[in-house]
């Protein structure tokens, strides 16, 4: 009894001192994330191969100070499975949900010992995070559980609140401070969103061995009390996991795996682009295209169908000469984020 009734005033006194710290101005919008294809399976006697990319991601607003204002973590485990003779059996439009999304069907809490879920858990430490600086979040105290738990808050705010190991988490949020862009004032509301696919991956045929890819487009997005876009993030990651004929994992696991925007002209596309442009300095011109504007007006722009993959490339005066790529994905991507803003 004395244990739950110290963890509801912990919370309280974390809910409070959140809700003070989430009202200071906002003056940076970072984007972090972190890929892996560690956990992919190579074909055996016994088992099936599997394609697997792991995602972390965090969403972070900083005051001028580079204290977190309001944050965002989600974590995905995309799965893509193959049958004995390499060829595809996940479903390729299926839905593919985060951790977030997925709530309580993601089967936490079943066994946790706080009986609280992932969404829940992770909703904990973003309140805790509200209102310190990376250096600070980065100076938790962890405790080692078990070998996949090596990161276990071990601060008396967090441990009746989050057992699950937060490494990760930091990282990306870490990141996100890294990576972040100073914003114009007013902004009151942080969104995320993402939106995985696996309708890329490859059945192995007589000409080509199998490959699993997930698609992410994501952003990242500031919204003033009129609901119109401060600023926003936007990345697209390709991820493939390669396989060889006999099911072998042929991609390196450890290889540092990079969005769009990392690439930058590694991405390749400004030499078949007729602006010379690649996708990141695009998608910058596409992002400052959409600061001042609501969902609505964003969703009104005029497109044009280019060609069988690029059925909505912008067709106004400003943004013909800076964006030849495809945007509904983008623009749906943005009106999630603010769907999810808060």
């Not at 993030?233 to 990392?262: H, M, P, R, Y």
Request: hydrophobic residues 45%.
């Amino acid at each position: 009894m004395k244990k739950a009734v110290l963890a509801l005033a912990l919370i309280v006194i974390m809910v409070a001192f959140s809700a003070a710290a989430a009202d200071a101005p906002i003056a940076y919008l970072g984007l972090g994330h972190n890929f892996s294809i560690a956990s992919s399976k190579s074909a055996t006697a016994t088992a099936n191969a599997q394609g697997r990319v792991d995602m972390v991601v965090a969403a972070v607003a900083f005051d001028a100070n580079g204290n977190v204002v309001k944050v965002t973590i989600d974590n995905t485990q995309t799965k893509v499975d193959f049958d004995k003779a390499m060829a595809l059996t996940s479903d390729p439009t299926a839905p593919q949900k985060s951790k977030v999304e997925l709530k309580e069907a993601y089967g936490m809490s079943k066994a946790s010992s706080l009986k609280l879920e992932w969404y829940q858990q992770i909703a904990n430490l973003e309140n805790w995070m509200v209102g310190k600086s990376v250096k600070e979040i980065k100076a938790l105290k962890v405790k080692t559980r078990d070998a996949s738990h090596t990161a276990v808050p071990d601060v008396p705010e967090l441990t009746s609140l989050v057992t699950i190991t937060v490494q990760d988490y930091i990282s990306v949020v870490e990141q996100a401070w890294e990576n972040a862009v100073a914003v114009k004032p007013g902004a009151v509301k942080l969104g995320y969103s993402q939106d995985v696919s696996i309708a890329k991956s490859k059945s192995a045929t007589d000409k080509a061995a199998a490959s699993a890819q997930v698609d992410c487009v994501m952003a990242a997005s500031l919204f003033d009390k009129s609901g119109k876009v401060v600023e926003t993030i936007i990345d697209n990651s390709q991820i493939k996991v390669a396989f060889d004929k006999d099911g072998k994992v042929a991609s390196d696991v450890k290889a540092e795996l990079k969005t769009k925007k990392e690439l930058k002209e590694g991405y390749g596309m400004s030499k078949a682009s007729s602006l010379k442009l690649d996708w990141y300095q695009q998608m910058e011109n596409f992002e400052a295209w959409m600061a001042g504007k609501t969902i609505p007006e964003i969703k009104a722009l005029k497109v044009k169908t280019r060609d069988a993959s690029h059925t909505a490339v912008p067709d106004v005066p400003e943004l013909t000469a800076q964006v030849t790529i495809t945007v509904e994905a983008y623009i749906a991507s943005v009106a999630e984020s603010y769907e999810n803003s808060r």
